[in-house]
């Protein structure tokens, strides 16, 4: 059931454009130029975020792509933690422009009366409400799920914590690192013998919004069946555990910590990072079939009779033996000479890219996960993006919505929520809301 359906208030639908391979929003002057799909499976969904920094924003962000009207709620002065984050594109940071295209801005005090109103309004519209609020805060701020079902019974809510609502850590505070490390991660990074390194792109934080993203799809599943929301625990603690499903076991069947792997695996031979006469490559070798293959090509056929290296589990056994001689062996040649010999026969490899040159890479281009945003409001360069990592029908969703400024869809928000001009200017003078100069959409 559309929320226009029950809540008696009008609802304004967005003006876009999806013609051909561009999308245009009138308000932003934004031109995102793909090949994009124009049906939208969430059109009818509104979502109300109270998330900050990774997770939930993630989250919202995946929702909004698929079509859904995403509302981010932030703090007055300073909105979301990330905004003020380094590195800085102009004067917002790069993880806030990553993880919150697909919304509309609207700055709140929800401390105020009258925000506390405005919350309710916005409660009563939305289908999906998702809050990251530390312990206690959102029963404070009327935010949690009993509160959100008394106003609006249909509503799923999906809450963010470090590591859930039960436990002895329930009033913990989690961060991506921290969790790394609480959960074991971080025991098993780095070179052998070597420190812990530190993930360098928040798995636990990104993961743990996908896992709430499919949590949030169920739960509309199965609204339609049932007619009524539900609550949706998404916490950094058990995504954390849920990703060290596969050592966790190797650790209860053996009752032996893992070794630092660097770049290797556990279970697998040669199956890792070397050096070549110039530059790195990888090699996967995942089977007995591709060692015959690069005995083959190496010449070294004679080795595929060595009951040391005859199985990947004797190669396992025999670590250190195989991993020296495809060591020398690779640092015969340059990377360039290896990776064609290797991709001849059909064996897993790649270079070691950067950033730049993954970025670069013809494939990466034809792909279609990377596009430009064009905003012709501030004359700036073009940002990039990275697009929603599915095709629907060889297509990806198209991006219609740049990440929004703070509080730049204050006023036309809460217009749509009922509120009149003189409510709105009220809102602004006594600091209920704030919307940015000359940015009064409509």
Not at 30 to 36: C, P, R
Not at 121 to 148: H, M, Q, T, W, Y
Not at 174 to 194: K, N, R, W
């Amino acid at each position: 059931m559309p929320w226009t359906a029950w809540t008696g208030l009008p609802r304004t639908s967005v003006r876009t454009s999806t013609e051909s391979n561009a999308t245009v929003h009138p308000h932003s002057g934004q031109e995102i130029a793909a090949k994009t799909c124009p049906v939208k499976a969430l059109k009818d969904i509104r979502v109300v975020d109270f998330t900050k920094v990774l997770a939930g924003p993630l989250c919202t962000q995946c929702l909004g792509d698929l079509g859904a009207d995403v509302i981010k709620v932030e703090p007055l002065e300073h909105g979301d933690d990330t905004r003020r984050w380094p590195p800085f594109r102009q004067d917002e940071g790069v993880i806030f422009l990553s993880t919150n295209r697909s919304k509309r801005s609207i700055a709140l005090n929800l401390k105020s009366s009258e925000g506390a109103r405005i919350r309710d309004r916005l409660i009563a519209s939305a289908d999906i409400v998702l809050e990251s609020f530390g312990p206690g805060v959102a029963e404070r701020l009327g935010l949690n799920f009993k509160s959100i079902q008394q106003s609006n019974p249909r509503a799923i809510c999906c809450s963010f914590s470090g590591y859930g609502s039960s436990g002895p850590m329930r009033k913990g505070k989690g961060f991506d690192l921290i969790l790394q490390a609480f959960s074991g991660m971080l025991s098993m990074t780095g070179e052998p013998g070597g420190s812990p390194s530190r993930s360098p792109f928040s798995p636990v934080d990104q993961t743990t919004g996908l896992h709430a993203l499919a949590g949030i799809l169920a739960a509309l599943i199965q609204r339609q069946k049932t007619g009524k929301g539900q609550h949706i625990e998404a916490s950094l603690f058990d995504t954390a555990t849920a990703l060290l499903a596969y050592p966790l076991q190797g650790y209860w069947l053996h009752g032996k910590e893992p070794e630092k792997p660097g770049s290797s695996h556990e279970s697998l031979c040669p199956y890792q990072a070397f050096e070549t006469a110039d530059r790195p490559i990888i090699l996967g070798i995942a089977n007995d079939a591709l060692w015959r293959a690069f005995c083959r090509v190496a010449g070294i056929e004679k080795l595929t009779d060595d009951p040391r290296f005859q199985t990947n589990a004797n190669r396992v056994e025999n670590r250190q033996e195989t991993v020296s001689i495809v060591r020398g062996l690779l640092l015969e040649k340059g990377r360039d000479a290896w990776l064609e010999t290797l991709n001849a026969a059909g064996i897993p490899c790649s270079p070691v890219h950067s950033l730049g040159e993954a970025s670069a890479h013809p494939h990466t281009g034809q792909s279609g996960m990377v596009f430009e945003y064009t905003d012709t409001n501030t004359g700036s360069e073009p940002l990039k993006g990275v697009a929603y990592p599915l095709k629907f029908d060889g297509r990806r969703p198209a991006v219609e919505r740049r990440p929004p400024r703070l509080g730049e869809h204050s006023r036309e928000v809460l217009e749509e929520l009922g509120f009149g001009p003189e409510e709105l200017d009220g809102f602004e003078t006594s600091g209920v809301i704030h919307q940015p100069i000359g940015e009064h959409g409509s």
